[in-house]
Structures are given as C-alpha cells and as structure tokens.
C-alpha cells in the first residue's frame, strides 16, 4: 500500500466558484485546516476577474471607471466583513483600498496586469487571514516574488531558488493566474491560469498529489449540461485527459497539464460543494476503458500549408488558446470561431498563410477508449452519423471527429453519446483467494451470471492467490485453474496497478484468511473498489485500523459486505443491518458462533473422553489443521467483535472476556505435546459434562454480549444451559444466534442453521454479490430514468 500524502506536498487549487462568498470561503478553510502543512493555490472570488476587466476597458471613460472602481471596492470589502472578524477585516480592507489606489497609476503606465492581480492577491490574503483568525499558521504569498516565465516557458530552476524562502512550515496560500517575466513585469498565465499555476507549484515542491477543487465532481464522459447520461469517471489515464485538454474540455485545461508531463504527482478534480467525493484523478496508473464524447460549437477548419513547420499543439501552447489538427490531417486545423484571428495574426507573423473555411461548424469529438476492440465507430452510430451528414469526417486509432454544419442538440448529442459509450452495466469482479471457498464461489459464478443475465454482466475479471494472478479481458470461468496456474508471479506494487487499470464499477471478493491483506484494504478501496469480505481478519483488525477501512469505504463511496464472517451463510449482520435501520434497538445477543464447536458438545455425551470427538473431527475436516485454534475460543471471540461492531460498538479485541475451552497447560508447545497432554482437557470436561447432566443441562460454547445504557458486556466461555433453552436445541455443527431487541424482548428472535462449510459460505459471500449487483441495477436505472426526464425538457 503506497504511504499516506506528505502534507508538505499536497496541492490544493480553488477557483472562483469555489471563494465566490464569505460562506464559500469558510468551506474552503475547512477542507484546507485537514492539512496543516499544505500549499494552496487561489483565483480571484467570483467573477471578480471580469469586473477588474471591464475596468481596466472603461479607463477612457472617468464616469464609468470612477462608478466601476467604486462598486468593485465596495463588494469586495462586504466579502472582507462578511469572512472576518471586526479587526482583521479592517486591516486588510485598508490594504485593499490601497492596491485599488495604484490602479490609476498602472493604467497610465499599461501595466494592465499588475490590476489584474488584484482578484488573486485578495483571495490570497483573505483565506490565510481566515486561516490564522482559525488558530492555524498560514500565509499569504504573491506569486510574482518567485514564479518566473521566460515568454511561455516556466523557469524551473530559477523559479525554485526564489521560493526556497517561502517553504516555511504552516499553509502556504499563493495566488493563482499571475507571474512575472525574466525583466520583472507582472503577467497572467491566461484565463483559467491558477490551474496551471497550482500543477508548476506542485512541481517545483515536488507534489505527490495536486488537488483542483472546482465546482464540479469528476471528470465526465461528456458535458452533463448538454448530455444527462454522461458518466462522472473517477480515473482517467493521462493521455486521453492531456487529449481532452487540447480539445477545450472546460475541466481540464491546455497548460495545465504540462508541468506535470515528467513529474510523478497525480491531478485530482474534486469538488469544493462536496468535499467528501472523491473526485477523478489523472494519472499514468488509470482505468483504460474511458472514453469520451466532447464538442465545440462555433468551430472554424482552418488548412495550413504542407510546408508549415508548426504544430497545432505548438500554436495552442504559444496563444492560450484551443487549436488542434485533425485526425490523419496534420494540415487540417480545428479552432474556436472566435479565435481565428489571433490564429491568422500568429501565423502570419511566422511567415505561414492559411485559408479558412467560410462555414462555422459544430465539432464533435469521440475519444476514443485504450481497449483495443472498441477501436471503431459502432454499426448503429455510423448509421446514425449518415442521417446526420456531416460535412467533415477526419478518424484515426484515438480519435474520431465530426464536423456539422448545423449545431447537434442536447438530445442529439445524448443520442449518440448512447450509442458510442453504452450504458449496459458490468460488474469487474476479482477474486483474491482460491482455496476451498474460492473453488466453490468460482463453481457458482456461472449461475449467478445467468440469474443477472440481461441487467447486469458480472465479468470475472481476476483471480490471484499467494502466488500467481490472473487477470485477463476473457477468463473461462470453467477452466480457470489451468489459467491461473500459468500465470506469473507478482508483486503487490504489480497487483495494485491491475485493480487500479479495472475500470468501474468493480469489486474485491476476499477470500483469503490472511490478516496481512485485509490491511491493504484501504488502498483497495482508494482504487475505486467494492469490498465483498469472507476474511474475519478485516472486521476484527485493531479498532483505529477498522474505523480507517469504515471511513474509507465512506469517502470512496463504495460498499464493504462481510455478511460471510460470522455464521457463513446465515444472513446475521444482514439481519442486524434490517432491524437498525428500522427503528429498533438490540439489547443483548448470545448463541453459538463455532461450527466445530458446536459438532463437538453436541456429540459429547460422557462415553468417550473428549479428546476422542476432537480427533472424531479432525478426521472428518471439521477442525483447523491444529484443533487447539478451535479449542481456544478466539474465533468465537472474533465473530462476537464483529456482531459488535455491527451494532457501532467500539470494541476491541480484548475487551472481550475469553475463556478458552482449552486449558492452559496445553495451549503452548507442540501439536504432539497438545496430544501427549490431552487428559488434563479430558478430565476437566467430563467433569463438567458430569455436573451439567446431573443438573438436567447440557454444556455449550457460548458468545454473549450485553448493551445496557451504552455500555458493552462481552464474553465467551462455556456454560451449561437449560434443556429448554434456544442454545440446547441444535444440530451438530448449527450456529444458532438469539437476539433480543426492542421488539423481541420476551421471545428473543432466533436464527439458527449450518454456520460452517464451503458450500454455505460460498453461498454467502454470492449473497453479498447479489446485493452489491442488485445496488448496481438500481444506479443504473436511476441515472436512465434522469436521462429520460433530460431528454423530455430538451424536447
């Protein structure tokens, strides 16, 4: 598992949307007080930016200049007052109004950018004002006093030496969108420049992640204002969004990206209105089925001769602006409409003419999916495209594009966004652990696919054990041993990068017992994984590191099922789920957890010494390899944490009182010393099998935990009980669990039945996969049902 974020390098950036009103601003130092070490990257508050503009345009004009200053002065100060205590407001509403009285001066001297800074240097100084009014370190830093750019070209080591001084402890808030050039003159990064301002500032700390907090949740398979069935992605592999930059994507835009191309930090787009999601991250680590549908109304085609020495990315690059060639034609140039005249003014400069088409077009673009069999336009979309005529059609392995000479609706968009990305659900499943219940949930899998057939593809997607995994675009899932037993070693570092590169929705079946895997539960979950768990070690690790995996799985919005961890396939914790989340309250729960244990005392009558039934057991599979793991009770002790912990109990491990069936003497040592030895466990129960009989009871393993007034009582131990009593009357090898509530108090609810053996439990955990399949239908069906009432208003 990769190691938690060094504050000191992490990024944030907030733009406009995100610091538009006092309200905004206190949820921003919020998210930012988690991390006491940060570097944060501000844009101006709202539309600040734009006011400051159409200053600096009404600067011919007295009256309105004079009107403008005056109101853009007065909102800003409301926003101060509004964010701040009385006093700190005073002191930076005073260093406001002194950067609005430069501004005439800049103006004279067309120093345009130095007003431009404004914006940023206020929500700079504003937050770390905020910060520190908080009880937290923070200060406000300028941009310009160390970021320098030679024309467009970032001065990476240069930049560097100048913030060395400024890697202070506490959180350092920078402005966004402004620098200075090599002979010291303000200048911006152009609109939407604090994006690119934060990945250099990631780069020149050398950022592990870098975080754009935006207005909006992820990165979406196209513009959810223009198509409801985009789907939100939580990973994009980086060079479809360096792709989507060069497109125009409003997420992600053209520079951003670029200082990060040879830098390891990962970009996360997240949203500031919901802090808890968590976002799409870029990285060279993601899933490879993404694919989008993006467009540019008012595009113009622009062909520029066959000896231009230029490229379309070069010309972005050099004026900020969207310029890209289109597929298998280098000469052919796709740009804004509104753009063409800096295009040609550049050009021209640079000795290149080029002719311009007379018609707007609307672009459209699909790009294009890594997976190798979705390479090509779709029989039913190129049908659709025809009736569409488009005047222009350019396609190559990554992209394909379209150009319309009428704008595509919303719906028409929709339309073939449907038949490009279609909305069938697949459920990636992987399965760690191929032992007897692996073998066995394997050998159910096909009917449980065919069960879902139609609403859901549950693929199986991987398998792996200790020693080798699988994990293929086609595994037959009734040969998978062979398979799998060609298949290579791997690393955990190898086995991450698979679950990462599954596309979503995807899921995690544990089968193993391995307390050591169920700690990387974390990092599973931060890969966008499910967790269905069979593995007891993962609900009973030490309560800080289950309260990490709860909180995880919470933050990821994913689901954690380990309905299988107590009583196999009895549905217990399902059972517990239903009656709290209706309203009720258990107050006690007692029974018996241990299949093996429930074999032995109910066949232990007195005519043999006990440890005959043991070893009786061991023959029939019935015990571990080592019967004393059994005997010791720290299993039951384990399943009775997680029946408390599923009740929010916040138990550990020892705070269970554990009396072992296995006397002490015998719990050290050998297996051969545990048999050479077993008298002294003889002896001690027949005695009490003795004294139970004479009493008309009989001796039982018992788990029993007690909630009274919000305190826990928990303990395990064996005990003789009533003929009468629901705990008497099993099988041998029942589970029984008996719970009183609220509403069972005088006839506690009972569930009893067989709580060991691959069957049943393989049987549980396709339980788990049934609702965990079912939730996936629902999603789907909701996000058609919107898609319809989409479709509806836009007709």
Sequence with gaps: MSSPLNHKNTVHKFGGSSLASAERFSAVAAIVAKEPEAWVVVSAPGDTTDELLALIDSREQPELFAALLQQLTEKLGLLIQRTLNEQNAAVLISKVQSWFAEVPGFLAAAQFNDVLAIGERLSSQLLAALLNQQGLTATAIDARDFLRLDGSEVQYEVSSSWLAPFETSGIKVVTGYIARDLQGNSITLGRNGS???????????????????????????????????????????WQQALTLAQLGNPVLHAKTLSPLLDAPADLIVRSSFEPNHPGCKVSQQAAIE?????????????????????????????????????????????????????????????????????????????????ARQQKQVNAAAGRWLDRQQAAFSFEDEQLALWLFQSALTSLELTELHQLLLPTQVQLNIVVAGTGNVGAEFLALLAKQQQAFAGQINLKLAGLFNSRQAL??????????????????????????????????????????????????????????LDLISANKQGVTLPLAQYQQIKQAAEQQQVQWLSNTTVGAGLPVQRLLQELKSSGDTVHRISGIFS??????????????????????????????????????????????LVLARELDLDLDIDQIEL????????????????????????????????????????LRYVADLKIAAGKAKAQVSLVAVEQTDPLAAILPCDNIFVIESDWYQQNPLVLKGPGAGRQVTAGGVHADLAILAKQKIAAAKAAKHSQAQAAAWVK
């Design 195 to 237: 994006d690119y301002s934060a990945t250099i500032v990631g780069r020149l700390v050398k950022a592990q992640a870098i975080h754009i907090w935006t207005d909006v949740d992820a990165i979406y398979s196209a513009d959810p204002r223009k198509v409801p069935s985009a789907r939100a992605y939580r990973q994009v592999p």
């Design 290 to 370: 993404v694919q989008f549908l993006t467009d540019l109304t008012q595009a113009a085609l622009v062909t520029v001769p066959a000896s231009c020495k230029l490229t379309a990315a070069a010309v972005a690059s050099a004026l900020q602006i969207t310029v890209f060639a289109a597929p298998k034609a280098a000469d052919q140039w796709i740009v804004a409409s509104n753009q063409v005249d800096s295009l040609l003014s550049y050009l021209a400069g640079q000795q290149v003419f080029a002719r311009v088409n007379p018609h707007a077009f609307h672009a459209v673009v699909w790009v294009k999916p890594a």
């Design 471 to 528: 994990f293929a675009e086609k595994i037959d899932i009734h040969n998978w041993q062979q398979a799998l037993s060609l298949a290579p070693a791997y690393t955990e570092a190898q086995l991450e990068l698979a679950l990462q590169q599954l596309p979503e929705p995807k899921v995690l079946v544990d089968l193993t017992p391995s307390r050591a895997f169920s700690e990387r539960y974390p990092q599973f979950i931060n890969a966008g």
């Design 595 to 640: 299949g093996t244990l429930s074999w032995l005392l109910a066949k232990f009558d007195g005519s043999k010494a006990f440890s005959n039934f043991v070893l009786e057991a061991q023959q029939l599979g019935l015990t571990e390899p080592d019967p004393r793991d059994d005997l010791s009770g720290k299993d039951v002790q384990r399943k009775l």
């Design 659 to 698: 009396e072992p069936l296995l006397p002490a003497s015998l719990s050290a040592g050998s297996i051969d010393n545990f048999w050479a030895g077993r008298e002294v466990l003889d002896q001690e129960l027949a005695k009490l099998q003795q004294q139970a009989q004479a009493a008309g009871k009989v």
